[in-house]
């Protein structure tokens, strides 16, 4: 293995993931946050179920602009027949990460 | 005994598009006080919450009660629960949610801990998890569950969290935890003897304890046995509760105080599509309450419902 190699490994062990996961009020990723979750490897921050009334995200769209990036969004699924009235877990969910360096 | 204080129409029409009812201090103080005594000694700084939670709950005066037990026969006469439940309040809010004689389900003691209890064990000191009670539940009947809190709750000591209006959402126990935070999501903050009255598909859940107190949350799960029609106190419902208003395009503001207005007010978590949803399981419970099909609040099912029959031919 080339050294360069070998830091470039280096530095990927020395990064964390931070999950961002957003519940938008529709399919489009322009539209406001309902609900969130945030989950922070790094250790530095530390949320849990009602630390916070206000999101951190007016939208998808502006988590994006600040750097976070989407891995997943919601498929929109047609409707069961016979369950087409029935509500159960919110809808529109996407799931943003972000690599952050760690110090060694 | 004073006579029991039933609910009135908008109550109820709350309580259906909200899931919950909250009465603020409704316990007087000597209650209060009466049952902080019979939970007995407070844990000793040091033992291990799971320790300290086991010995709460085996030396407590709070009895032991099999699921099933009519709730008349749940507790002691002169207990202090039994006098809570004696309230005209509390007695008019259960005739009136699950009708007379309901059946004890369950109870529990909640206790949150403060930090120093975890600190000291190198544990976390977290909230608990967003879920719904139980499991997944389909009915139309509902039980109602009753959160006693015996002691002022401050922001500092957490509180219960809620989600107004999540109730009717079919869901499985605690596949909702991933949701740590919901738009319109409610801590109880309150002074002693406040009561929560919950639809058993609220999602909540134990907010996290920073103060040096332990706070205290009783809370009994209840179930009906007659049909839940009519129950509370249907005078204030109006000869022309059926009758459609203008919608969409208005030309004053609705009345707050409508069962209308009520069944058809969203809550900020709600979404632009099953928000409309919502609306509906709302009138379809309050036609269930009603015991009257052609109920509907500002043509939500009416318009869905409309399939002509008649025929143009001959």
Not at chain 2, 141 to 150: R, T
Request: hydrophobic share 40%; proline share 7%.
């Amino acid at each position: 293995m080339q050294r360069p190699e070998a830091f470039a490994i280096l530095r990927g062990l020395m990064k964390r993931q931070k999950v961002l996961v957003l519940y938008l009020a529709d399919s489009a990723l322009d539209s406001n946050v309902i609900a969130w979750a945030q989950y922070d490897g790094t250790a530095k921050s530390e949320h849990m179920a009602g630390d916070a009334e206000e999101p951190p995200y007016a939208s998808g769209l502006a988590a994006l602009r600040d750097g976070w990036r989407l891995l997943q969004i919601a498929p929109l699924q047609a409707h069961a027949p016979g369950s087409e009235f029935t509500t159960s877990y919110l809808k529109y969910e996407c799931l943003f990460e972000q690599w952050v360096d760690v110090d060694g | 005994m004073a006579d029991r204080v039933l609910l009135s129409s908008a109550q109820m029409a709350s309580f259906v598009a909200r899931g919950f009812l909250r009465f603020d201090a409704a316990v007087p103080e000597d209650i209060n006080q009466q049952f902080l005594d019979e939970v007995g000694r407070a844990p000793q700084r040091g033992e291990s919450v799971r320790k300290a939670y086991a010995k709460l709950l085996s030396a407590s005066g709070i009895p032991a009660v099999p699921a099933g037990t009519p709730l008349a026969q749940a507790y002691p006469k002169q207990s202090a629960i039994t006098r809570m439940l004696e309230l005209p309040v509390v007695q008019g809010a259960i005739e009136s949610l699950v009708g007379p004689n309901p059946t004890f389900d369950h109870h529990f003691l909640h206790v949150t801990f403060p930090p120093e209890f975890y600190e000291a064990r190198g544990l976390p000191n977290v909230s608990q998890h967003t879920h719904q009670d139980s499991t997944i539940d389909p009915r139309r009947a509902f039980d109602v569950q009753i959160m006693y809190y015996p002691h002022d709750v401050t922001r500092e000591m957490g509180g219960t969290r809620f989600v107004p209006g999540t109730h009717l959402r079919l869901v499985s126990e605690a596949a909702v935890a991933r949701y740590q935070n919901i738009r319109g999501q409610q801590h109880v903050v309150c002074p002693a003897g406040t009561l929560l009255f919950l639809h058993h598909g609220i999602w909540h859940g134990g907010g996290v304890n920073r103060s040096d107190r332990l706070r205290y949350m009783f809370k009994i799960r209840i179930n009906p046995t007659v049909r839940q029609q009519r129950l509370w106190d249907t005078s204030d419902l109006l000869n022309d509760h059926h009758r459609q208003r203008p919608i969409f395009l208005i030309k004053e503001a609705p009345d707050p105080n409508s069962v209308h207005t009520i069944l058809t007010t969203p809550e900020p978590w709600f979404e632009a599509d099953t928000g409309r949803l919502e609306y509906l399981n709302r009138v379809r419970m309050w036609r269930y309450l009603l015991g009257d099909d052609r109920f509907d609040a500002d043509y939500w099912l009416t318009r869905i419902e409309n399939e002509p029959t008649a025929s143009t031919h001959a």
